[in-house]
């Protein structure tokens, strides 16, 4: 499994895996709720959601959705849970995470694009890795797309030499570089977001609803990038070892200077 997981990410820029099913149920069940709290809809089913709510009142659920699952701690433990052990493969035990991102794009909807780009042009840490969960079945552009570690670093390379060059222009000339993710729900994937991804207008016929969440080793370094995003600003502590627990409430280090 291990070696699967890194030889996927260094090829890919991705792993494709099935989540733990039962943190994966708990995960939906918690959204469940939280859609029919704001929504007072009887009957839910997130495919075909375009066809009950008002695209002008999508954004003000999404954010609505957002700050309570980031306050429920049921909701950010099973979404480590999910995926616990390759999490921790990928980036180590005693890690820190971000905010879980809520993303609903309707079809045909024009206001919900995430244009192709890397997370570290907004000052993240290059040793993230990124967790995607859809809560249904994705493909083609309802899905999301990434490009592979070679062309990423090809086309980063083009985007710092050419001041000139725009992501219109990036987005057209390498649309057959993109790796459109079908992924079933149950299913996720851990990906490098030092790699280009994003999506483009949803033209399926179905919405798609989907969590992402960075998590970060909290020892791991940091980039000439990293401005505010630190840890305790936007990376919080989620599993500490106890030795790093200690350390962090007595400060032996300044008695050692």
Same mark, same amino acid.
């Given at each position: 499994?291990?070696?699967?997981?890194? %030889?996927?990410?260094?090829?890919?820029?991705?792993?494709?895996?099935?989540?733990?099913?039962?943190?994966?149920?708990?995960?939906?069940?918690?959204?469940?709720?939280?859609?029919?709290?704001?929504?007072?809809?009887?009957?839910?089913?997130?495919?075909?959601?375009?066809?009950?709510?008002?695209?002008?009142?999508? %954004?003000?659920?999404?954010?609505?959705?957002?700050?309570?699952?980031?306050?429920?701690?049921?909701?950010?433990?099973?979404?480590?849970?999910?995926?616990?052990?390759?999490?921790?493969?990928?980036?180590?035990?005693?890690?820190?995470?971000?905010?879980?991102?809520?993303?609903?794009?309707?079809?045909?909807?024009?206001?919900?694009?995430? +244009?192709?780009?890397?997370?570290?042009?907004?000052?993240?840490?290059?040793?993230?890795?990124?967790?995607?969960?859809?809560?249904?079945?994705?493909?083609?552009?309802?899905?999301?797309?990434?490009?592979?570690?070679?062309?990423?670093?090809?086309?980063?390379?083009?985007?710092?030499?050419?001041?000139?060059?725009?992501?219109?222009?990036?987005?057209?000339?390498?649309?057959?570089?993109?790796?459109?993710?079908?992924?079933?729900?149950?299913?996720?994937?851990?990906?490098?977001?030092?790699?280009?991804?994003?999506?483009?207008?949803?033209?399926?016929?179905?919405? +798609?609803?989907?969590?992402?969440? +960075?998590?970060?080793?909290?020892?791991?370094?940091?980039?000439?990038?990293?401005?505010?995003?630190?840890?305790?600003?936007?990376?919080?502590?989620?599993?500490?070892?106890?030795?790093?627990?200690?350390?962090?409430?007595?400060?032996?280090?300044?008695?050692?200077?």
């Amino acid at each position: 499994m291990k070696t699967k997981i890194t %030889n996927d990410i260094i090829k890919n820029g991705y792993h494709k895996f099935k989540l733990n099913q039962k943190a994966f149920k708990k995960l939906k069940e918690i959204l469940l709720k939280e859609i029919t709290s704001k929504t007072k809809l009887k009957k839910i089913n997130l495919s075909k959601i375009h066809n009950k709510i008002n695209i002008k009142d999508l %954004n003000d659920l999404r954010l609505g959705i957002f700050h309570s699952i980031n306050k429920n701690l049921n909701f950010k433990k099973a979404l480590y849970l999910s995926a616990k052990e390759k999490i921790n493969y990928c980036v180590g035990s005693e890690i820190c995470s971000s905010d879980a991102n809520l993303s609903i794009q309707f079809p045909n909807d024009q206001s919900s694009l995430l +244009r192709m780009h890397t997370d570290f042009f907004s000052g993240e840490s290059i040793f993230q890795v990124n967790l995607w969960i859809p809560f249904v079945n994705v493909k083609k552009t309802q899905s999301m797309f990434i490009i592979n570690p070679i062309n990423s670093i090809k086309i980063l390379k083009k985007i710092k030499n050419d001041k000139l060059i725009t992501f219109d222009h990036i987005d057209k000339k390498y649309q057959s570089k993109m790796k459109w993710l079908t992924i079933n729900e149950g299913e996720a994937v851990l990906f490098s977001p030092n790699c280009l991804h994003g999506n483009v207008v949803n033209i399926e016929k179905n919405t +798609r609803w989907s969590i992402n969440i +960075r998590y970060k080793n909290i020892f791991s370094p940091y980039s000439n990038h990293e401005n505010e995003k630190k840890i305790g600003s936007f990376y919080k502590p989620l599993n500490l070892g106890a030795i790093t627990q200690f350390n962090l409430h007595y400060n032996f280090d300044e008695i050692a200077k």
